[in-house]
C-alpha cells in the first residue's frame, strides 16, 4: 500500500503598519497611537528530522481528510503491504498515541485507525532507533501524537463517512471537548457498520502425488453495529502539578461470516480435473476491549515527575462451525463436521515512574516500570457427523500465560558548540510462566536484558546536519502467537502458535544527513531469532499448516531519500524512494538452513494543489509502487496505488466535505509464493482496497479548543 513523504516551505509572511509618512511624526505626551493588525501564515514542514526520529506533520494538509490508518500507509518510512506495518523491512513494530502504547492486535489497530478522524491526528514520529526511555518492545516506533490546547471554550464536532467498495461501510461519530482554566474534558463515540471483503486463491501442488489443488474463496464478513469511545480529563491542581485519567475501548457484538469455498484438485500430469470437495464455513465473532488510565505530573524547577498507571482488559469469543462435502476420485462421497468454540481473555496492568531534569545544555532521564499480563486462551473442539457433535478432548485446549516485567532505564542529553549527543541503557528482567494441557507445555524462565541506545548529531552549518544512532531493541511475540492450540480454517489447514517462541533480538545502526529540505539516510538491521508466520505443505495428509514460528536470522541493509518541491505557492510536489536489500536465513522442511533473498525498492510520488484563493478547496494527488519483497520463505509480488483525495470547506470552514478515491486501477494487490524443497504453493490476495469515500463534518462550538490529550497505552498492550 502507499505511504506518503512531503515538505510543506514556510508561507510568506503577510504584514502591514501605519503609512510611512504617519511614523516619522514627533510623537507627544498622552498621544494615542492605534496600530493595524499583522497577521502572520506560517505552516510547519510536513517532514523534519531531529536526532532521534522523524516527524511527519500532517496538520492543516489535505491528508487530514483521510482517515488514520490512510495516513500511516503516507507516512514516510512505513510500508504497508497487506495490512501489515512495517519499517526498515520489519514488521515487529510498537504503534504508540502519545508516547503510550495501545492495546490492540494487528487487525483491531487497523479498524481502530480506520475509525480515527486525520483531522484529530497532529503528525506521525517514525522513530527508527526508540531511545532508552521507550519500551524495548519492536524493532522501531510509529508514534500517533493528536492534537492539544488549553484554550478554554466548547466544541463539538459531528461527523459521517460512506465508503463504497465492494460493499458499502459508514460511520457516524459525535465529538466534544469542554475546557475551563482547570479542567480539559474530552470525549467522542463512533457507530461504524459495514461488510469487509478479503478474496483469496489458494494453490497447492503436491509433487509426489502429482496434484494441484486450488481453492477459491471470497470472505465476506458482516459487522453491523461496531461500537467505540473514549474520554479523556485532565485537571491542574495549580500551575506546576495535574491529573490526567480517562478510559478508552470498543465492542462488536457480532462479527458475521459465511465462507463458501469451493477446492479442486487438478492432475498436474494432463490439467485434468480429478476431485473437488466444498467447505462452508459459519463464523461468529464477539469481542472487546476496555483501557483505563490514571496519571500524575509534578514540575519543581528544572525536575518534572511522572507517575503513570494503565489498565486494560481484552475479551475474544469466536464460534466456528465447519462442514465439508468430499467428492474424491475412485472415492464414495462424505461428509464432514467440525466446530470450534474458542474464548480470550487479557488483563494488563502496568505503573511506571519517571524523572527529568532540564537544564540549558543537558537533559538527565530516568524511570522505572512494573507490568503485569494474564492470557488465558479456552478452546473446545468438536467433531461428528450431520446430525451431533460431540467434545474431541485431544484437540482442545486450555493455555495460561503470565508475564511480569521489571524495568529502569537511564539517559543523558549534551549539547555543546555544533554537536549534539544522547545516550541511555535500559534493563528489563521478564518472568514467564506458560502452562498449555493439549499439546502439554510447561514453560517458567526469568531472563534479564540490556538495551543501550546512542545518538550523535553535528551541524555542518545551516540547513546541514550529520547524525548517527544505534540502538539495540527486543521483540516479544504476540500472546496469540504463543499458543500451540490447532485452529482450523477448513478440513485441510489449521493454524499453530509455539509456545516455545524466542524473543527477537534486533540491532540497529543509521547515518543521516540534512541539507535544507533534502533528507538522506543509510541503515542496517540485524535481527536474531525473528519470528513470523510461515506455511508448511504434508504430503503424506495434504494438510496446510501454517504455523508461526522462529527463522534463523535476517538482515537488511538500505538507503532512501527525500525531497519536496514548491512550484507555486500553492502547488508542491513530493518525492520519496528507497531501496534496501534484504536476507531471511530460515531451516526448511528438509532440515536444510535455506537463504530468502531480494533488493526491495519503493517511490512515492505526490502533489498538493490549493485550488482556489481562499484556500477552501484542496487536492492531493499520490502514486506509490511496491517492488517484490519477501517475508521467510515467501516471495510477495509488486503493487501499485494511485489514489486522489479533494477536500473543500464552506459556511465559514463550520462544514467540510471530503472525496477520497483509493486505488483507482485496481493495481493494490499480490500474490504470495513459496517454492523449494517439496513446498509448492502459492496464494492470490485482495483486500478491497478499490473505493471511494465521502467524510462529512459539521463544527460547532469554539474550534480553537482541542481535545484534552489522552494518555496511549503501555509496552505490553500492543501484543494483545
Known amino acids: 500500500m502507499k505511504f506518503y513523504i512531503a515538505f510543506f516551505f514556510c508561507l510568506p509572511l503577510f504584514a502591514w503598519a501605519q503609512k510611512e509618512d504617519s511614523t516619522r511624526k514627533t510623537l507627544k505626551k498622552d498621544t494615542t497611537i492605534v496600530l493595524d493588525a499583522v497577521s502572520v501564515n506560517y505552516k510547519k514542514p510536513m517532514l523534519k528530522r531531529k536526532a532521534d526520529r522523524l516527524e511527519f506533520n500532517i496538520d492543516q494538509t489535505p491528508l487530514q481528510n483521510l482517515n488514520g490508518w490512510d495516513i500511516l500507509k503516507n507516512t514516510p518510512n512505513v510500508v504497508v503491504k497487506n495490512d501489515e506495518l512495517s519499517v526498515r523491512g520489519s514488521t515487529q513494530i510498537l504503534v504508540t498515541i502519545n508516547d503510550k502504547k495501545i492495546l490492540m492486535s494487528q487487525e483491531q489497530l487497523k479498524q481502530f485507525l480506520e475509525n480515527t478522524k486525520g483531522s484529530s491526528i497532529n503528525s506521525v514520529e517514525v522513530i527508527t532507533n526508540p531511545p532508552a526511555k521507550y519500551e524495548a518492545q519492536g524493532g522501531a516506533v510509529i508514534n500517533i501524537k493528536m492534537k492539544q490546547n488549553k484554550l478554554t471554550g466548547y466544541k463539538g464536532r459531528l461527523s459521517g463517512r460512506y465508503h463504497q467498495s465492494i460493499y458499502a461501510k459508514g460511520r457516524i461519530g459525535l465529538m466534544q471537548s469542554f475546557n475551563t482554566d482547570k479542567w480539559q474534558l474530552s470525549g467522542d463515540y463512533n457507530f461504524v457498520s459495514?461488510?469487509?471483503?478479503?478474496?483469496?486463491?489458494?494453490?497447492?501442488?503436491?509433487?509426489?502425488?502429482?496434484?494441484?489443488?486450488?481453492?477459491?474463496?471470497?470472505?465476506?464478513?458482516?459487522?453491523?453495529?461496531?461500537?467505540?469511545?473514549?474520554?479523556?480529563?485532565?485537571?491542574?491542581?495549580?500551575?506546576?502539578?495535574?491529573?490526567?485519567?480517562?478510559?478508552?475501548?470498543?465492542?462488536?457484538?457480532?462479527?458475521?461470516?459465511?465462507?463458501?469455498?469451493?477446492?479442486?484438485?487438478?492432475?498436474?500430469?494432463?490439467?485434468?480435473?480429478?476431485?473437488?470437495?466444498?467447505?462452508?464455513?459459519?463464523?461468529?465473532?464477539?469481542?472487546?476491549?476496555?483501557?483505563?488510565?490514571?496519571?500524575?505530573?509534578?514540575?519543581?524547577?528544572?525536575?518534572?515527575?511522572?507517575?503513570?498507571?494503565?489498565?486494560?482488559?481484552?475479551?475474544?469469543?469466536?464460534?466456528?462451525?465447519?462442514?465439508?462435502?468430499?467428492?474424491?476420485?475412485?472415492?464414495?462421497?462424505?461428509?464432514?463436521?467440525?466446530?470450534?468454540?474458542?474464548?480470550?481473555?487479557?488483563?494488563?496492568?502496568?505503573?511506571?515512574?519517571?524523572?527529568?531534569?532540564?537544564?540549558?545544555?543537558?537533559?538527565?532521564?530516568?524511570?522505572?516500570?512494573?507490568?503485569?499480563?494474564?492470557?488465558?486462551?479456552?478452546?473446545?473442539?468438536?467433531?461428528?457427523?450431520?446430525?451431533?457433535?460431540?467434545?474431541?478432548?485431544?484437540?482442545?485446549?486450555?493455555?495460561?500465560?503470565?508475564e511480569n516485567i521489571f524495568a529502569a532505564y537511564a539517559s543523558v542529553n549534551y549539547q555543546w558548540g555544533k554537536w549534539e549527543a544522547k545516550a541511555g541503557l535500559r534493563t528489563e528482567t521478564t518472568l514467564i510462566q506458560t502452562v498449555s494441557n493439549q499439546p502439554f507445555v510447561e514453560n517458567k524462565n526469568t531472563r534479564t536484558n540490556l538495551f543501550p541506545t546512542l545518538y550523535l548529531m553535528h551541524n555542518l552549518g545551516k540547513d546541514q546536519q550529520l547524525g548517527f544512532s544505534y540502538g539495540k531493541r527486543i521483540n516479544r511475540p504476540n500472546y496469540d502467537f504463543l499458543n500451540p492450540s490447532k485452529s482450523y480454517y477448513n478440513f485441510y489447514s489449521y493454524f499453530q502458535g509455539d509456545a516455545n517462541l524466542k524473543s527477537t533480538i534486533i540491532h540497529n545502526l543509521s547515518t543521516t544527513y540534512t541539507l535544507k529540505d533534502w533528507n538522506?539516510?543509510?541503515?542496517?538491521?540485524?535481527?536474531?531469532?525473528?519470528?513470523?508466520?510461515?506455511?508448511?505443505?504434508?504430503?503424506?495428509?495434504?494438510?496446510?499448516?501454517?504455523?508461526?514460528?522462529?527463522?534463523?536470522?535476517?538482515?537488511?541493509?538500505?538507503?532512501?531519500?527525500?525531497?519536496?518541491?514548491?512550484?507555486?505557492?500553492?502547488?508542491?510536489?513530493?518525492?520519496?524512494?528507497?531501496?534496501?536489500?534484504?536476507?531471511?536465513?530460515?531451516?526448511?522442511?528438509?532440515?536444510?538452513?535455506?537463504?530468502?533473498?531480494?533488493?526491495?525498492?519503493?517511490?512515492?510520488?505526490?502533489?498538493?494543489?490549493?485550488?482556489?484563493?481562499?484556500?477552501?478547496?484542496?487536492?492531493?494527488?499520490?502514486?506509490?509502487?511496491?517492488?517484490?519483497?519477501?517475508?521467510?520463505?515467501?516471495n510477495i509480488t509488486s503493487s501499485q496505488n494511485t489514489n486522489v483525495v479533494l477536500n473543500k470547506k464552506m459556511f465559514d470552514k463550520k462544514f467540510e466535505i471530503g472525496l477520497v478515491i483509493n486505488d483507482i486501477f485496481k493495481t493494490d494487490n499480490s500474490i504470495v509464493s513459496a517454492k523449494y524443497a517439496n513446498q509448492n504453493q502459492y496464494f492470490t490476495d485482495y483486500r478491497d482496497t478499490q473505493y471511494f469515500m465521502i467524510n462529512l463534518k459539521y463544527n460547532f462550538g469554539n474550534q480553537k479548543v482541542k481535545d484534552a490529550k489522552a494518555r496511549a497505552k503501555t509496552d505490553e498492550q500492543n501484543r494483545m
Not at 537533559?363 to 494474564?374: D, I, P, R
Not at 538491521?525 to 494438510?543: C, D, G, K, L, Y
Not at 537488511?556 to 528507497?578: D, R
Not at 502533489?607 to 481562499?614: C, S
Request: charged share 20%; net charge neutral.
Open 194 to 402: 459495514g461488510n469487509y471483503v478479503r478474496k483469496n486463491l489458494d494453490v497447492v501442488t503436491f509433487a509426489d502425488d502429482q496434484t494441484r489443488w486450488e481453492s477459491d474463496m471470497v470472505r465476506k464478513t458482516q459487522s453491523h453495529a461496531q461500537h467505540s469511545y473514549n474520554f479523556s480529563a485532565q485537571y491542574a491542581i495549580d500551575t506546576l502539578q495535574n491529573i490526567q485519567f480517562g478510559f478508552d475501548g470498543n465492542y462488536n457484538p457480532a462479527s458475521i461470516g459465511n465462507y463458501n469455498v469451493p477446492t479442486n484438485i487438478y492432475n498436474t500430469a494432463n490439467n485434468a480435473l480429478e476431485s473437488n470437495y466444498q467447505t462452508l464455513n459459519d463464523r461468529r465473532q464477539r469481542y472487546g476491549r476496555f483501557n483505563a488510565y490514571l496519571a500524575y505530573d509534578k514540575k519543581f524547577g528544572a525536575h518534572n515527575l511522572t507517575w503513570s498507571n494503565n489498565y486494560s482488559t481484552n475479551h475474544h469469543r469466536e464460534n466456528q462451525e465447519v462442514a465439508t462435502y468430499f467428492r474424491f476420485i475412485n472415492e464414495p462421497e462424505r461428509y464432514n463436521r467440525f466446530a470450534n468454540h474458542s474464548l480470550q481473555l487479557i488483563d494488563l496492568y502496568a505503573s511506571q515512574l519517571d524523572y527529568r531534569l532540564n537544564q540549558k545544555k543537558l537533559t538527565f532521564e530516568s524511570g522505572l516500570k512494573y507490568s503485569f499480563v494474564s492470557n488465558q486462551n479456552d478452546l473446545s473442539f468438536f467433531d461428528g457427523n450431520q446430525q451431533n457433535l460431540v467434545l474431541d478432548p485431544n484437540r482442545s485446549n486450555l493455555f495460561k500465560y503470565r
Open 520 to 634: 538522506f539516510e543509510i541503515y542496517y538491521s540485524h535481527r536474531v531469532n525473528p519470528s513470523m508466520e510461515i506455511s508448511v505443505q504434508n504430503p503424506a495428509t495434504f494438510e496446510t499448516v501454517y504455523n508461526y514460528t522462529n527463522i534463523e536470522k535476517s538482515n537488511n541493509f538500505g538507503a532512501n531519500f527525500s525531497k519536496g518541491f514548491s512550484l507555486s505557492e500553492k502547488w508542491k510536489v513530493n518525492l520519496y524512494a528507497m531501496g534496501e536489500y534484504n536476507d531471511d536465513y530460515f531451516i526448511g522442511v528438509d532440515k536444510v538452513l535455506y537463504k530468502n533473498k531480494n533488493f526491495f525498492y519503493y517511490g512515492n510520488v505526490s502533489t498538493q494543489i490549493t485550488l482556489d484563493k481562499a484556500k477552501t478547496w484542496d487536492l492531493n494527488l499520490l502514486y506509490v509502487y511496491n517492488s517484490k519483497s519477501i517475508q521467510g520463505s515467501f
